[in-house]
Nanobody, 119 residues
């Protein structure tokens, strides 16, 4: 059974930083493309960042480029998202996704972690 568990969310003031982590189990992590998505209140879930199985082919949404940085540690089955220069519009539930199946589509999802950025 695949499990993805996000952690690291919280409340932060605008301009601050947070580091999210995703711990994966039940899948061959080192072979899985991974990604972060987020969903703001009243909005659809949107892509944030993705990383290929080998740590390459990193992509970011335009809205987070230069502020967010995705990484992974295949030895620890974990993925991280370093978020700097946070803005109120970054508020939302952040989801970890695993095993790329198509563009911006993934087979497995975590339950999410709340990020709230106050102005």
């Amino acid at each position: 059974q695949v499990q993805l568990v996000e952690s690291g969310g919280g409340l932060v003031q605008a301009g601050g930083s947070l580091r999210l982590s995703c711990s994966a189990s039940g899948l061959t992590f080192r072979n899985s493309g991974m990604a972060w998505f987020r969903q703001a209140p009243g909005k659809e879930r949107e892509f944030v960042a993705s990383i290929a199985w080998d740590g390459g082919n990193i992509n970011y949404a335009d809205s987070v480029k230069g502020r967010f940085f995705i990484s992974r540690d295949n030895a620890k089955n974990t993925m991280s998202l370093q978020m700097n220069g946070l803005k109120p519009e970054d508020t939302g539930v952040y989801f970890c996704a695993a095993r790329w199946v198509a563009i911006r589509q993934y087979a497995y999802w975590g339950q999410g972690t709340q990020v709230t950025v106050s102005s």
